[in-house]
Antibody
């Protein structure tokens, strides 16, 4: 069974960076593209970006350009999302999700989410 | 950016009744449309992809329809476990975009 397990909650100060991990099991990790999605408190889902199967290519949503970096380590079946220069607006739950077919399809499965709180 | 608009924002339904949720795109997404269910404190769960194909393990009371710019998710007979927020998402264009969600609550 495919499973994505994310790292634990983080509390950061404004201006700091956060790095969230997402470890995959139960599938051929190297074959799949991975997305990151953010959900602010009480709000909807916002796509942040995608990293390709080899980790050599990424595409980020415009609003995160310059602040987000997505990487992957195939040796540990883990993808990472680092967001820098945090502000209170970055408080929320961050999800990783696998693209079911290449980079052209729906998101399944999802990680359990990582809560990031930005507060002074 | 392709905008997805869901209606209504909140739907009050009695258990056993039918629920109909709508999702509209600002331009055609063909049938590249997914529906997700999110319960409080949980990650989203895939219900429907390809506008009308149920994901593995999803009960038959969930059905999706539509193509182009207009889509519908129907829950034929609401069960207690179906009260949640539902999101549509297009994967036809970049960036990937979600609707703002429809909350299905107990009437």
């Amino acid at each position: 069974q495919v499973q994505l397990v994310q790292s634990g909650a983080e509390v950061k100060k404004p201006g700091a960076s956060v790095k969230v991990s997402c470890k995959a099991s139960g599938h051929s990790f190297a074959s799949y593209y991975m997305h990151w999605v953010r959900q602010a408190p009480g709000q909807g889902l916002e796509w942040m970006g995608i990293i390709n199967s080899s980790g050599g290519s990424t595409s980020y949503a415009q609003r995160f350009q310059g602040r987000v970096t997505m990487t992957r380590d195939t040796s540990t079946s883990t993808v990472y999302m680092e967001l820098s220069n945090l502000s209170s607006d970055d408080t929320g739950v961050y999800y990783c999700a696998r693209d079911a077919v290449g980079a052209t399809s729906w998101f399944h499965p999802w990680g359990q989410g990582t809560l990031v709180i930005v507060s002074s | 950016e392709l905008v997805m608009t869901q209606s209504p924002a909140t739907l009050s339904v009695s258990p056993g009744e039918r629920a109909t949720l709508s999702c509209r795109a600002t331009q055609s997404v063909s049938n590249n449309l997914a529906w997700y269910q999110q319960k409080s404190g949980q990650a989203p769960r895939l219900l429907i992809y390809g506008a009308s194909t149920r994901a593995t393990g999803i009960p038959a009371r969930f059905s999706g329809s539509g193509s182009g710019t207009e889509f519908t998710l129907t829950i034929s007979s609401l069960q207690s476990e179906d009260f949640a927020v539902y999101y549509c998402q297009q994967y036809n264009d970049w960036p990937r975009t979600f609707g703002q969600g429809t909350k299905v609550e107990i009437k």
